[in-house]
């Protein structure tokens, strides 16, 4: 009998959906408020594509679904909230490209996204729900904004301040007691009285958390819009597939690199992947080198920062970009340019009349300046190390730098005398961190040992409209804050995109009256009481980055969240997504808990305690090739040289078996491409290839259609039953049959000739062995995060229940709760004919105990008309009564029976004989 699941999961869906919102999170009550019986599990921020969900997402949400359905279960309080970072470039792009106001998309983007995701039974805090760009929100977002540019690190303390007690301290000390290594003035108190509203300014700049500088960024023409590294592949926008370029311009930044340190100590306090903490620990590059001082021609020293051996011994010349100070000045440059490609990418050289001696060869090394940003430069620097770098080989080759190839020099030791003067390069030396002194080398140029790091403070500038408006207006060029109580600045309401500049430049209401507190018509600045305001927007991180938070208190108007509840929940228990996050999202997360607990809004250093990374689900992508720059299809097996080929994704639902293109389909949905020729013998064969889903790749599959077909309890299995969650896993849609079968297998445990039925006899010692087996394992596997291989014991045990024909209630009930959060709706059903209160409700533990076989049965051999059939179990205290009525009920007897009626059961010495 199969089990009619479309009934079944449509009421149960319906019952969910209004019990949802409030089933987890409101258990706190004034009895139970111990952190210890918390659990906040989360979900990465999704973004509300147009596409919806897809299988790829659901893989994560199911199994977050799981555990908070233990979990609560377990008699946890639960809180497993779902939000969407709904602001962004993809949403601004779709709105340039069709016109629509990207609100409304966003809104009926999230309104799909809800659907399908409570469609699948996913019991979020639907009450909880937050969006980015809802102004409820960013308001919360521009207040921390406004937080860090209201503040400044001390780095003695070791904690973010106000900086109103910098100030204090500039009045009273000048900036001598003040560490800084950016700010080179130096000024006591009486200077600081004198400075004018400007250069005050300009110094607390060097401070602020959120400042503004100049910085070289990455350009994308195309977007008109700063992008950041994570936005960018091989050089090329990743939303579009653009050029992008390094850019000098003055942008909002957010002084990350103050917390450094505290992000290398907080991983000893978190349980993360290790290949997230080593990509962290990566990006973060802390480097231990020398600060070396190159004396030039012009009695002036470039200082050289050295952190490996070879650099000192094999560097031939010297690279600096074109902004760098030491050059600023220079006029007598080689008239000639140089073109170089190195590593597939093309830069201009000019030779300057500048060099140095290099220190160990005496050899001449010549300064060159580069009009683009050369390779992995630091601070504007870049070392030509031939003898060591491909790369550097070959430029050495195309500007006729000789290279000298027998490079041998002894390491200096060190003198006693100047070890003992110089404790930190003694310790450098004696742990072999560094050793970089040589013989030839005189100690003078040694200027410092420094340790460095190659993260940068974080641009925080967007030239979008679709980003929360960054609340600062400008008077005289000093950028003041909008008040908090006036928060949130609002976007416009519709967007006018400009070429290049941001889309906020070309409104006519965006600019502030100082007095009356409000934004008010450009056409009133008058930089007396109406000024400009900042018309950047924030980057899609900046919502992102502290929503966990926010969760915790939603509706707050007053506050960012309740001292209180944040004292509770703290921070997150179980945290699970994506791996691509390691060095963006994660990083920055982690960052502003850090500045929040420093200004005492919550009490936690981590955002998130334990890390799980959930793998990608792999399908089949389907290209076209076509000839580049002729309207040319070919098929595939035609292809004699790819140099001249473009290969463009289209959605697999328009190919054919053996991967052959449906052409009329595709030029019906495709109408550019109504002109162009397909070269092709008889059929025109496209290129296949397993990647990662993704609506980029054109091969997402929406779980809509597998959920109508095969159930969406056989579609929350067949997910977790793929793979380990954390490993990529290949999606095959037919085998979801085999979960389906297994499904229809449960049911008709509970079931004889399609009726209901189980008894409440006692379990044999195998039937109690299986069950016991199987509790062992699935709380194992609840605590490791590990599903597929409870899915297969869940298979094993009720194959084996089958054969032991098995439909007692004392093995199937625990069965029916230990299996629930991976099969709501099918359990849910079982659950209430099984006489139940909401399965939802359960106590686990009642239920899930592991029992002990008692030896306090008689074994009867049971005869139908004089011949024996089989023997069975009942309890010694069992009379005639009790037997007849199991008898009556037993699933083996009513199949013998064969509907006959029973004349008479006679009981004689343990043995029964039912006789027709």
């Known amino acids: 009998m199969k089990y009619n699941f479309q009934t079944i999961e449509k009421k149960w869906n319906k019952y969910y959906n209004i019990i949802n919102s409030s089933k987890s999170y409101t258990n706190i009550n004034n009895n139970n408020k111990n952190n210890n019986n918390k659990f906040y599990i989360l979900d990465m921020f999704p973004y509300p594509s147009g596409y919806g969900l897809h299988i790829g997402h659901a893989l994560g949400y199911i199994a977050t679904d799981i555990i908070s359905k233990y979990k609560f279960l377990n008699q946890y309080n639960v809180l497993h909230p779902i939000g969407f970072d709904s602001f962004g470039l993809p949403t601004e792009q779709y709105s340039i490209k069709t016109g629509l106001i990207p609100n409304i998309t966003t809104k009926n983007n999230i309104i799909k996204y809800i659907k399908q995701l409570k469609n699948l039974e996913l019991s979020f805090n639907w009450d909880k ?42 009045e009273k000390y000048g900036n001598h007691r003040i560490y800084n290594k950016n700010l080179n003035i130096k000024f006591n108190s009486n200077d600081w009285i004198l400075y004018n509203n400007y ?121 600096l970009y074109k902004d760098h100070k030491l050059i600023k000045n220079i006029n007598n440059l080689h008239n000639a340019s140089i073109n170089v490609s190195i590593n597939n990418k093309n830069y201009i050289l000019k030779k300057t009349n500048l060099y140095g001696k290099h220190p160990l060869s005496n050899n001449l090394i010549n300064i060159y300046i580069s009009q683009k940003i050369f390779n992995n430069m630091q601070d504007m620097i870049y070392l030509v190390t031939p003898n060591y770098n491909v790369y550097d080989y070959n430029l050495c080759q195309q500007i006729n730098l000789k290279i000298n190839n027998n490079i041998k020099y002894n390491k200096f030791i060190f003198y006693k005398k100047y070890l003992k003067n110089n404790k930190t390069l003694y310790k450098l030396f004696k742990y072999n961190i560094f050793n970089l002194i040589y013989k030839k080398i005189n100690l003078y140029y040694i200027e410092s040992i420094e340790i460095k790091y190659k993260l940068h403070d974080a641009v925080y500038s967007r030239q979008r409209y679709w980003g929360e408006p960054i609340p600062i207006y400008y008077k005289n060029n000093i950028p003041y804050p909008i008040p908090y109580s006036k928060l949130p600045l609002l976007l416009p309401n519709n967007l006018i995109p400009k070429d290049n500049k941001s889309p906020l430049s070309n409104y006519s209401k965006w600019a502030w009256d100082e007095i009356n507190q409000q934004i008010v018509n450009t056409s009133l600045i008058n930089n007396i009481n109406i000024f400009r305001l900042e018309t950047d927007t924030m980057p899609s991180w900046a919502g992102s980055n502290w929503y966990f938070i926010r969760f915790i208190d939603n509706n707050n108007n007053d506050n960012l969240v309740n001292k209180e509840l944040i004292k509770y929940w703290n921070n997150v228990d179980i945290y699970v997504g994506g791996k691509e996050h390691s060095v963006g999202h994660l990083l920055y997360s982690r960052i502003i808990t850090k500045f929040l607990k420093d200004i005492n809004i919550i009490n936690f250093e981590e955002p998130f305690n334990k890390l799980y990374n959930q793998g990608m689900i792999l399908s089949t992508s389907y290209r076209i090739p076509k000839i580049i720059n002729k309207k040319i299809f070919i098929s595939n097996e035609l292809i004699k040289n790819n140099s001249n080929i473009q290969k463009i994704y289209i959605n697999n639902n328009l190919i054919k078996n053996n991967n052959e293109l449906n052409i009329n389909k595709f030029l019906k949905l495709n109408k550019k491409y109504l002109n162009y020729k397909f070269l092709k013998k008889q059929k025109f064969y496209c290129i296949n290839k397993l990647e990662k889903m993704s609506k980029s790749k054109s091969n997402i599959i929406t779980p809509d259609h597998i959920c109508t077909k095969y159930g969406i309890d056989a579609f929350r299995m067949y997910l977790m039953f793929l793979g380990p969650i954390n490993k990529d896993k290949t999606w095959i849609q037919n085998n979801i049959i085999g979960i389906q079968n297994l499904l229809n297998k449960f049911w008709n445990l509970f079931h004889i000739n399609g009726i209901f039925s189980i ?155 039912i006789l027709l």
């Open 129 to 170: 729900m937050i969006y980015t760009s809802n102004t409820k929100y960013y308001k919360w977002t521009q207040w921390i904004f406004l937080q860090l540019f209201n503040y400044w690190y001390d780095y003695k303390e070791n904690k973010a301040k106000n900086i109103k007690i910098l100030i204090k301290y500039f």
């Open 199 to 319: 250069k005050k300014e300009n110094i607390l700049q060097y401070f602020r958390l959120a400042f503004r500088k100049y910085s070289i960024v990455n350009w994308c023409p195309k977007l008109g819009t700063v992008l950041a590294n994570d936005e960018i592949i091989n050089n090329r926008s990743e939303r579009g597939d653009y050029p992008v370029y390094k850019k000098k311009t003055i942008q909002w930044h957010i002084r990350i690199t103050t917390y450094i340190e505290r992000l290398l100590i907080g991983f000893h306090k978190i349980n993360w992947p290790n290949n997230i903490i080593n990509n962290q620990i990566k990006w973060i590059g802390k480097i231990i080198g020398i600060n070396f001082k190159f004396k030039l021609n012009n009695n002036k020293y470039l200082n050289l920062f050295l952190n490996k051996k070879y650099q000192i011994l094999d560097f031939t010349c010297i690279i």
């Open 759 to 913: 008894n409440n006899n006692l379990p044999t010692k195998e039937e109690i062995i299986l069950l016991n087996n199987t509790i062992n394992i699935f709380n194992k596997n609840y605590r490791s995060f590990i599903f597929n291989t409870s899915i297969s014991t869940f298979m094993i045990t009720i194959n084996k229940l089958i054969k032991l024909r098995c439909n007692k209630r004392s093995i199937l009930e625990p069965l029916v709760i230990l299996i629930y959060p991976f099969i709501p709706y099918i359990t849910s059903e079982i659950w209430k004919l099984l006489g139940n209160k909401p399965i939802y409700l359960t106590n686990y533990n009642k239920y899930i105990k592991l029992q002990e076989f008692k030896e306090d049965s008689l074994k009867y051999s049971v005869f139908i008309n004089n011949k024996f059939k089989f023997k069975i179990n009942f309890p010694k205290q069992y009379n005639l009564d009790h037997i007849k009525q199991n008898i009556l009920n037993n699933k083996d007897i009513i199949l013998l029976l064969k509907n006959q009626n029973i004349n008479k059961i006679i009981l004689n010495n343990k043995i029964i004989n």
